[in-house]
């Protein structure tokens, strides 16, 4: 499993662990009752099957012992906030994870509790008799909803960080509709059946008799349980509140005054960011990275108060020496300030919410193909403006169909040359369809080069630099007036890699990084080491006379086509 799924504190893990235990637990609860839809011997054979784990002594103590250790880390994380502004997929999975036990302790009450302790026989049919026909089928159908979807919230928040998951969610999503409504199908259809038996008299008696149905008295010491149990329970969640409300009154106590230059003053807790504050106090403060040291975008200049501020960590001292910040810079995400400051934000929203957050900038690695006409200017030179338009026109008719065709996209065109990204699904399909760009192009030259020929003009030659590495993508521009566009240094190195094309006299140059990253190898012979003007490093990349030919030079076995 990623490593990245279990990172964070051994609570984090603890929380995981047990979610993880509850969400099969609810699953397979949620499919047993589903097999009612098609037979009642079905049912109750795969309940006989659960319960061989979850009645064993071993299953039963991990199971009660994950419910209560994940509600009582909920209540426990819900206490340290601080704040209750939170995204709405939290609120919604915080507020779904507080209904639950409302219903959920009626339920286990009157059915694992009932066995234990007056020997009912808590069977599918007996769970469902006790329901029909009244308003308690609705609230078990209800809670089975809550359980189900607050799991999904969960189980989606964990598992986003895999690559693989992406991919998955428009299938699992078909899973995650399917689940209760299978659910709810068996329960109306067994419903209807086992309702209709229980009319009978005599077969009522023989239901009585086999469930060990218990006797008024008996639901009304059930009765109390539950009352006492959800006592319990609110008597936790105003414990909860209380910690929530004494821990923010003694922080306000301990609270730092910020005073924002051409801006408001607000008083926020102490050991939050200055970028925290700025978000808990709705106080427009730029972060184009989220906060975490990746950017400098919410930096500012401490007015007043810098004495008291911790010295810069290596994060922010990296990224400040990276825009060559002055003395006073700070970055808003790493600053905790614990005295009175005066701080002027370098980069001030200016209200407009005519910009997407995808439009500030969003990080990925793919590849990108700088391409250049060799001779240009000496091939035009004396030709009349129109004929140089019309030449131009047919070159890039010929060989951006290449590139389309394989998911990528012109980003920008420069005069005879264009600067291409390959913006798919992942890193290695982008290099795949590079690679491929690479030789259509390479092909296609060839094609337009014989109708050249025949023409009576001359051919075209081309470089080409191949590249992948990390980019941000957003928009650059004034608002309402900007394209999409690309920067990062993997553009720098690939038009250096291009323009090392025309003193190696070849058309193509692909780096060692696109191979790598599409799985393909070629012989390590075949690879040179560049020094671009720019990059620190040298940069190994493998030289291609004719783009063509881009197959030949890489292993049978490790085509991309």
């Given at each position: 499993?990623?490593?990245?799924?279990?990172?964070?504190?051994?609570?984090?893990r603890l929380r995981i662990a047990s979610g993880l235990v509850l969400f099969a637990?609810?699953?397979?609860?949620?499919?047993?009752?589903?097999?009612?839809?098609?037979?009642?011997?079905?049912?109750?054979?795969?309940?006989?099957?659960?319960?061989?784990?979850?009645?064993?002594?071993?299953?039963?103590?991990?199971?009660?012992?994950?419910?209560?250790?994940?509600?009582?880390?909920?209540?426990?994380?819900?206490?340290?906030?601080?704040?209750?502004?939170?995204?709405?997929?939290?609120?919604?999975?915080?507020?779904?994870?507080?209904?639950?036990?409302?219903?959920?302790?009626?339920?286990?009450?009157?059915?694992?509790?009932?066995?234990?302790?007056?020997?009912?026989?808590?069977?599918?049919?007996?769970?469902?008799?006790?329901?029909?026909?009244?308003?308690?089928?609705?609230?078990?159908?209800?809670?089975?909803?809550?359980?189900?979807?607050?799991?999904?919230?969960?189980?989606?928040?964990?598992?986003?960080?895999?690559?693989?998951?992406?991919?998955?969610?428009?299938?699992?999503?078909?899973?995650?509709?399917?689940?209760?409504?299978?659910?709810?199908?068996?329960?109306?259809?067994?419903?209807?059946?086992?309702?209709?038996?229980?009319?009978?008299?005599?077969?009522?008696?023989?239901?009585?008799?086999?469930?060990?149905?218990?006797?008024?008295?008996?639901?009304?010491?059930?009765?109390?349980?539950?009352?006492?149990?959800?006592?319990?329970?609110?008597?936790?969640?105003?414990?909860?509140?209380?910690?929530?409300?004494?821990?923010?009154?003694?922080?306000?106590?301990?609270?730092?005054?910020?005073?924002?230059?051409?801006?408001?003053?607000?008083?926020?807790?102490?050991?939050?960011?200055?970028?925290?504050?700025?978000?808990?106090?709705?106080?427009?403060?730029?972060?184009?990275?989220?906060?975490?040291?990746?950017?400098?975008?919410?930096?500012?200049?401490?007015?007043?108060?810098?004495?008291?501020?911790?010295?810069?960590?290596?994060?922010?001292?990296?990224?400040?020496?990276?825009?060559?910040?002055?003395?006073?810079?700070?970055?808003?995400?790493?600053?905790?300030?614990?005295?009175?400051?005066?701080?002027?934000?370098?980069?001030?929203?200016?209200?407009?919410?005519?910009?997407?957050?995808?439009?500030?900038?969003?990080?990925?690695?793919?590849?990108?193909?700088?391409?250049?006409?060799?001779?240009?200017?000496?091939?035009?030179?004396?030709?009349?403006?129109?004929?140089?338009?019309?030449?131009?026109?047919?070159?890039?008719?010929?060989?951006?169909?290449?590139?389309?065709?394989?998911?990528?996209?012109?980003?920008?065109?420069?005069?005879?040359?264009?600067?291409?990204?390959?913006?798919?699904?992942?890193?290695?399909?982008?290099?795949?369809?590079?690679?491929?760009?690479?030789a259509e192009i390479g092909r296609a030259l060839e094609r337009f080069n014989q109708?050249?020929?025949?023409?009576?003009?001359?051919?075209?030659?081309?470089?080409?630099?191949?590249?992948?590495?990390?980019?941000?993508?957003?928009?650059?521009?004034?608002?309402?007036?900007?394209?999409?566009?690309?920067?990062?240094?993997?553009?720098?190195?690939?038009?250096?890699?291009?323009?090392?094309?025309?003193?190696?006299?070849?058309?193509?140059?692909?780096?060692?990084?696109?191979?790598?990253?599409?799985?393909?190898?070629?012989?390590?012979?075949?690879?040179?080491?560049?020094?671009?003007?720019?990059?620190?490093?040298?940069?190994?990349?493998?030289?291609?006379?004719?783009?063509?030919?881009?197959?030949?030079?890489?292993?049978?076995?490790?085509?991309?086509?």
């Amino acid at each position: 499993m990623d490593n990245t799924l279990w990172r964070g504190g051994w609570l984090s893990r603890l929380r995981i662990a047990s979610g993880l235990v509850l969400f099969a637990f609810a699953f397979f609860h949620f499919f047993n009752l589903g097999l009612g839809l098609f037979h009642t011997e079905l049912l109750h054979d795969m309940q006989d099957g659960r319960q061989v784990v979850s009645r064993h002594g071993i299953g039963s103590a991990l199971l009660y012992a994950a419910l209560l250790v994940h509600a009582g880390l909920a209540l426990i994380s819900i206490a340290q906030r601080r704040t209750l502004r939170m995204p709405f997929s939290t609120a919604l999975q915080v507020g779904l994870g507080l209904l639950i036990p409302l219903i959920l302790i009626g339920h286990l009450v009157q059915t694992r509790y009932a066995h234990e302790v007056y020997g009912v026989n808590d069977e599918m049919g007996y769970i469902i008799i006790l329901m029909w026909p009244n308003t308690a089928i609705w609230m078990q159908s209800l809670l089975m909803l809550l359980v189900w979807v607050h799991g999904c919230i969960g189980l989606h928040m964990w598992l986003r960080l895999t690559p693989w998951w992406r991919k998955a969610v428009p299938y699992l999503i078909g899973v995650a509709v399917f689940v209760p409504g299978f659910a709810l199908s068996g329960v109306l259809t067994e419903g209807r059946r086992i309702w209709s038996d229980f009319a009978d008299p005599d077969l009522r008696e023989q239901y009585i008799e086999h469930y060990n149905w218990p006797s008024p008295e008996t639901f009304q010491a059930l009765f109390d349980v539950k009352d006492y149990t959800l006592m319990v329970f609110w008597a936790a969640l105003a414990l909860t509140a209380m910690t929530y409300i004494g821990r923010k009154l003694w922080r306000r106590r301990h609270s730092v005054r910020v005073r924002y230059v051409n801006g408001p003053e607000v008083v926020s807790e102490k050991g939050m960011t200055l970028l925290e504050m700025s978000n808990a106090n709705g106080i427009p403060h730029t972060a184009l990275c989220g906060g975490k040291g990746r950017c400098t975008t919410c930096r500012v200049f401490v007015e007043e108060g810098a004495e008291g501020l911790h010295p810069p960590n290596d994060i922010e001292t990296r990224s400040l020496k990276a825009v060559g910040a002055p003395e006073g810079m700070r970055l808003g995400c790493q600053i905790r300030p614990t005295n009175p400051v005066t701080v002027f934000r370098v980069f001030q929203p200016d209200g407009s919410r005519d910009r997407a957050h995808a439009s500030q900038g969003q990080e990925r690695q793919l590849a990108v193909l700088f391409l250049d006409m060799r001779g240009f200017t000496a091939r035009t030179a004396g030709q009349l403006p129109y004929d140089i338009v019309f030449l131009l026109n047919r070159f890039f008719d010929t060989i951006v169909p290449a590139i389309t065709a394989q998911g990528g996209v012109v980003d920008k065109y420069m005069g005879d040359g264009l600067l291409a990204m390959f913006e798919t699904k992942d890193t290695a399909s982008s290099a795949r369809a590079g690679l491929r760009a690479a030789a259509e192009i390479g092909r296609a030259l060839e094609r337009f080069n014989q109708q050249l020929e025949a023409e009576g003009s001359p051919p075209i030659r081309i470089g080409i630099g191949l590249h992948l590495g990390d980019l941000v993508l957003g928009e650059i521009g004034a608002a309402k007036h900007a394209p999409r566009t690309i920067i990062g240094d993997a553009v720098n190195v690939a038009s250096r890699l291009e323009g090392e094309t025309k003193a190696l006299g070849v058309e193509l140059l692909v780096s060692a990084d696109v191979l790598a990253a599409a799985d393909l190898h070629c012989d390590p012979g075949n690879l040179r080491d560049f020094q671009l003007r720019g990059v620190a490093k040298p940069v190994p990349a493998l030289p291609v006379t004719h783009a063509s030919e881009l197959e030949r030079q890489i292993e049978p076995q490790e085509q991309f086509a």
